[in-house]
């Protein structure tokens, strides 16, 4: 028997250690832009629904209360404009898990291909391994062959570029993933997160022509309300391929924590938190951009999402490297695959005080 762990990469932040060491080393300490994890408080009315919800002794459901699939359902409608019946809502337990696992899931296997983008969150690839599939990478998802194609990863938000799709590309890619039999999953945990554009998710009736048929999305409130330690996310769309998901995650003990819908039904009912949140983020990417333009660095694409996608016309690790001497952390572009390789990854999800840090050490 061949171990899970040897069909899978190496992980690749164990080789950004080093520099995580002498970023660290710094006199008055590491600034890490590299890894996007909120260091912000979750929002108090999130915290409240969470401890009310404290005493769960008994099995949460897999598809989760009728009440957090309605809040879901309410957010889609208001907030972006799509129609989702609560049937089709099914929590996950954080949307990494869900990438990782949802070939498997899916019966994808040996034989069978997962697309993603040539640069991507590197989960996609991951998840493909863990079934068995093939991965294969795309520019414009339309010029791949089909025969072999069964899941599609779309990311609008994009991670790592910041890349927003717009309506009429989203609604070209699922039409011709329609015609042959493909299913198009969304990944759209950035939705919310629009600087330059307003992001369009892949169920917007633009879109999908008012139909779910052959298409997921993926959101998570690990960025948007600070619940990346509450491992909170869903995926809805399609109610065909919603229904197989939720009898085989029943099977396997996929379930949300009980305190966790209830903290997720709080965030998805309150919109004051996230308007506070995206004014943080806003000012940190502005003052960090600046900065790094100023440092001689050029910005691609990161009309949205927490990061931006820089470069200096050189190889990645030496940009690492020489930002690590000035005590600041950012990822190397190549992680995201060989496109990246002169790119590096600027995270914003940190404080104030070690923003106004960075900016200070590249010259600000």
Known sequence: MVPLSQRLPDFPWDRLEPYKTTASGHPDGIVDLSVGTPVDPVPAVVQRALAEAANSPGYPTTHGTARLREAVAGWLGERLGVAADPAAVLPTIGSK???????????IGPGDQVAHPRLAYPTYEVGARLAGAETVTYRDPRELDPTSLRLLWLNSPANPTGQVLDATTLRDVVGWARSHGVLVVS???????????????VLHPDVCRGSHEGVLAVHSLSKRSNLAGYRAAFVTGDPRWVRELLQVRKHAGMMVPGPVQAALTAAFGDTAHVAVQRERYARRRAALRAAFEGAGFRIEHSEASLYLWATREEPCWDTVADLAKQGVLVTPGDFYGPAGARFVRIAFTVDDERAAAAVRRLGG
């Open 187 to 201: 990944d759209e945990c950035y939705v919310e997160l629009g600087w330059e554009v307003e992001p369009v998710s």
């Open 97 to 107: 898990e869900l990438v990782a696992w949802l070939p498997t899931l899916l019966g």
